[in-house]
């Protein structure tokens, strides 16, 4: 068994949870990708996918267990009126089962397809091809007002980093602790 | 088990200031020994450490986040949602609707990422606390608090370049009828506009606790511990001495080493959620019965506008106005909210080649949002440990948030807007404002509103009196002795303008009440 003290920092685990679905929640995942994402996005299916598993990754942990459930309940829930899973469904069987879900017979069902929907959209316009097919590129544009601060604005930015620092007592002349750091 | 003492271990990585310490250097169960320990490091935390830090107190601050420095955001949305917000933005408060709350969990805080609105409590609301909640708060009693902090945070106004079309149109609608519209105050040092405000600023302009109060903090001796999560607050009889808690890993799911301060004084500045929690889970209880209730949350609502035009509105700033109209009809705001792609297709209800085609217009998007001055009050519940927020939208708040929704899809149409999607959750759309009063002529059933907040308060309310308040007048807890409470659970009620700048003036008053009785607080 490793012992804490005995980690180098390499070892130390991230700060982001890893998360991966079960074979069955990527392939019904993967068959809502044309159901839910624009056409254009076909070519991302696995990223969104992945995409997914990230952002649950995040998620509380009771929220990660309920997708999983569900996802597999939304996969035999086609069973009896399509005579195959959800995995399965194309075209607009997928749809029209994905639709029965999101206006569905309770509010647990419909409150499952816009989590499917919420969590697939996000993933679909976190991809680089969907940003810049809809013209968002926020990278160069951070690029060029930061440098824009950083030049036009150099002297006033440089007063408030300074005078986040200088010395500005609260109480002045009242120090109470046992030392006071030089600087300070 | 190691002992530490001042200046504590060498830091391993030198990216990081002296004396941050996180899960990298944690490596083993660690004891602590300082005289203030503040667990939180956002706007109630931060000033609070500066503050008694440069006064010479020994200060430790915990935060279950990590540390990021400005250069590490990124414009990559997810990646920050995932990294800043507390459960990756999915915390919700239960009810009907749900409400979505954000949390922001990191060095910093939510003013990390929050969109550094920086206003004064209203006068008003600052009658109402002294009146009916005997607090000594006047507008003059805070004024000195409230210009330390606008200096500390640079309040300014917007740079005219740096506001977006998007904020340009919400002035034309707001102009045509006619309404009052402010510029808004941020904490902001020439803001350029990035539009990245609530995925941590990436131009270190939005002068959030990371890059102010903290680094401050750190230059006057203040030891700052990130990924630590505190468990529970020590006691000494009815006298706290100190906290335990863990390394924080996994995002918080995973738990390392023991982390033990002991202090002279202990400071809880988690949030109106997380505080009552951790008060909660060292068993303590305020004989009031008020504390984790009187949560209210100012509930906000956005409508996403289309226009003829190019807007682009993530090229300039966010929330550059506000239009404040309506205040006295509890309708706090109207302001124009830009959001990337991913977020904005997330809250759209739309699939398939319908969210394709809406979502090839996102740079003739106008994305704007109202907040509303609730009347009612939830509560939070800790459940194993975590804590459960629950809420109901009262009937009356709804029929504030319709009226506002009305009010706001004019204005928009009044500024050109050709298509206004309204949040409720089957895609509601209007063209024109003939549609918005038909639409808005009849009670909008509550359980189909998509409502969200960032603006949590209340649930360890201050007040004179111990039988109907958690803390008194300064944040320090009824009935026992070096608790001091600091963040916006202190909200007798809710303030219809952004809290951040509140907070931040309640916790630099605190701070003096400490320095001023220094010997009461250090014995």
């Known amino acids: 068994m490793t012992t804490w003290a005995a980690m180098t920092r390499a070892q130390v685990p991230t700060d982001e949870v890893s998360y991966q679905h079960s074979p069955t929640g990527r392939a019904v995942l993967l068959s809502l990708v044309p159901v839910i994402c624009p056409v254009e996005a076909a070519g991302c299916a696995e990223a969104i996918v992945d995409h997914v598993a990230l952002t649950l990754g995040a998620a509380p942990p009771l929220l990660r267990k309920g997708f999983g459930a569900g996802l597999a309940t939304y996969d035999l829930g086609a069973l009896p009126r399509y005579r195959r899973r959800a995995r399965f469904l194309t075209g607009e069987r997928a749809e029209r089962y994905y639709d029965s879900w999101a206006h569905g017979p309770t509010p647990i069902h419909t409150q499952f397809a816009h989590a499917l929907n919420q969590l697939m959209s996000l993933a679909c316009y976190e991809q680089p091809e969907m940003a810049a097919r809809i013209g968002y590129a926020p990278g160069p544009w951070i690029e060029e007002v930061t440098k824009k601060r950083l030049s036009v604005f150099r002297d006033d930015v440089r007063k408030q980093d300074a005078q986040i620092l200088a010395p500005d007592p609260l109480r002045p002349g009242v120090y109470v602790g046992r030392r006071k750091k030089a600087g300070g | ?523």
């Open chain 2, 1 to 523: 088990m190691v002992a530490s003492s001042r200046p504590g271990p060498a830091l391993i990585e030198g990216a990081r200031p002296t004396n941050v310490f996180t899960r990298h250097e944690l490596l083993g169960d660690t004891v602590l020994d300082c005289d203030v320990v503040i667990v939180g490091s956002g706007s109630g935390g931060a000033p609070v450490a500066a503050e008694l830090a440069e006064a010479g107190f020994d200060v430790v601050v915990l935060e279950e986040g990590s540390y990021y420095a400005t250069r590490d955001f990124t414009a990559d949305t997810s990646a920050m949602v995932r990294q800043l917000y507390r459960d990756g933005g999915a915390s919700m408060a239960l009810g009907t609707p749900p409400v979505m709350f954000q949390e922001g969990r990191a060095v910093g805080g939510s003013t990390v990422i929050n969109g550094g609105m920086s206003w004064r409590t209203p006068d008003e609301i600052l009658a109402r606390w002294q009146k009916d909640h005997g607090l000594d708060v006047s507008p003059q009693a805070l004024e000195p608090y409230f210009e330390r902090v606008e200096k500390r945070i640079h309040v300014a106004p917007m740079d005219h370049d740096a506001i977006g079309n998007d904020n340009w149109l919400l002035k034309k609608g707001a102009d045509a009828k006619g309404w009052n519209i402010i510029g808004n105050l941020r904490n902001q040092a020439h803001c350029v506009g990035s539009n990245r405000c609530a995925f941590g600023c990436p131009t270190g302009a939005k002068q959030s606790t990371l890059v102010s109060y903290i680094p401050r903090a750190l230059h006057y001796g203040a030891r700052v511990y990130a990924d630590v999560r505190v468990d529970r607050i020590t006691m000494n009889g009815k006298r706290a001495v100190g906290v335990m808690g863990h390394v924080a890993l996994n995002g918080g799911a995973g738990k390392g080493p023991s982390i033990n301060v002991r202090a002279k004084l202990v400071v809880a500045a988690c949030g109106a959620i997380h505080t009552p929690a951790l008060l909660s889970r060292s068993g303590l209880q305020s004989r009031s019965g008020q504390l984790g209730r009187n949560l209210s949350l100012h509930p906000n609502v956005k409508v996403v506008a289309l226009f003829d035009e190019d807007v682009t509105g993530w090229r300039g700033a966010h929330q550059a106005f506000q239009v404040r109209e309506f205040a006295h009809e509890n309708i706090g705001t109207f302001a124009a909210v830009n959001l990337p792609p991913s977020i904005i297709a997330m809250s759209l209800p739309h699939k398939g080649a319908q969210l394709g085609a809406l979502m090839d217009r996102y740079n003739h998007m106008v994305v704007a949002g109202l907040l509303c001055e609730d009347t009612d009050t939830g509560h939070v519940k800790t459940l194993r440990g975590r804590p459960q927020a629950f809420y109901q939208l009262a009937e009356r708040d709804a029929a504030t948030m319709q009226r506002g929704l009305h009010l706001l899809s004019e204005l928009l149409f009044a500024a050109g807007a050709k298509q206004i999607i309204l949040p409720f959750a089957h895609a509601t759309q209007i063209c024109n404002a003939d549609e918005a009063r038909k639409l808005f002529a009849n009670p909008i059933p509550r359980s189909s509103w998509e409502v969200v907040t960032v603006h949590m308060m209340g649930t360890a309310k201050m007040g004179r009196d111990r039988t109907s308040s958690v803390t008194d007048n300064f944040g320090f807890m009824h009935d026992v002795d070096r608790l001091l409470i600091s963040d916006a659970s202190l909200f007798p009620t809710p303030i219809r303008v952004n809290p951040m700048e509140t907070i931040m003036a309640l916790a630099t008053r605190a701070a003096g009440h400490v320095i001023d009785n220094a010997k009461k607080f250090l014995q």
